[in-house]
């Protein structure tokens, strides 16, 4: 934040004018910001009117839905043979699973990709 963002009057529109937000980051870079968690429940108003200074009419907030544990793990599995323990299919599942269980009880941050 820090910017000063002028009142913007947008042109009279037929059409909304829609902004793709990625929720998790934005929470978190208020979070960081504010020095205490950020929560869709306690975003100040500030950035809402920030959006639509900026003549955005919708926000798509993208990344809402509640994760877990198993969830991150499967989403981890994105290389077919990345964890495969040889003679043992139904392992590799359980070794993603392990990996973030042992990230998170050692509060290491699990960050999706390849």
């Known amino acids: ?3 000063t963002v002028s009142k913007v009057t947008p042109p009279a529109m037929n059409h909304p004018l829609l902004y793709e937000l990625n929720t998790r980051c934005w929470l978190r870079d208020l979070s960081a910001q504010a020095g205490a968690a950020v929560t ?7 950035e809402f009117d920030r959006w639509q200074q900026l003549g955005f009419t919708h926000l798509w907030l993208m990344g809402t839905w ?4 198993e969830a991150r793990a499967a989403a981890l599995n994105i290389i077919p ?3 495969y323990t040889p003679g043992k299919p139904d392992q590799k599942l ?19 990709g390849t």
């Not at 993603?96 to 290491?108: C, F, K, N």
């Open 81 to 83: 043979d990345r964890n």
């Open 94 to 112: 359980k070794n993603l699973h392990d990996v973030v269980r042992l990230a998170y009880s050692h509060d290491l941050p699990v960050i999706i």
């Open 66 to 69: 509640t994760t877990c544990p």
């Open 40 to 46: 869709l429940n306690n975003v100040p108003d500030v």
């Open 1 to 3: 934040m820090g910017e």
